[in-house]
């Protein structure tokens, strides 16, 4: 006789996926300002990879500490090979074409003001 926590048939319900676990984050790239760092997280994405963006001037402390800009961009430890491909790839692109990193710049504003 099925029962709800031993249910047989074609009824019983197929357990729920858990999220996969990304694991431990480690840093892949520092970008020197808000923009590449915001460029560079935007190519991480579109390969599928999930990132943490960490602000060296957190708080009263950090902005004390660390008086320039820099952005670490951190990346789950098992991507972390391929993140530094992709990031390297895009930082090589937005250093060669810098009017076309200020129009892709533009175009990523643009879409986070319209979400």
């Known amino acids: 006789m ?4 031993h249910p047989t048939g074609p009824d019983a319900e197929e357990p729920e996926e858990t ?3 990304p694991g431990e984050f480690e840093l892949a790239i520092t ?3 808000q ?19 960490h602000s ?3 708080g009263t402390v950090g902005t004390l500490a660390s008086p320039v800009d820099g952005f670490d ?9 391929r993140a530094r491909l992709v990031l390297e790839e895009r930082k090589l692109a937005l250093e060669a074409d810098p009017d076309g990193a ?9 879409k986070s ?3």
């Open 2 to 5: 099925a029962d709800l926590l």
């Open 19 to 21: 999220p996969e676990d």
């Open 31 to 33: 970008a020197e300002d």
């Open 35 to 53: 923009l590449e760092a915001q460029l560079l997280v935007a190519a991480c994405e579109e390969a599928g990879i999930q990132v943490i963006l």
């Open 56 to 58: 060296k001037r957190g």
């Open 73 to 81: 961009i951190l990346v789950p430890r098992k991507d972390l090979e």
């Open 102 to 110: 200020a129009r892709a710049a533009e175009d990523e504003e643009a």
């Open 113 to 115: 003001e319209q979400a």
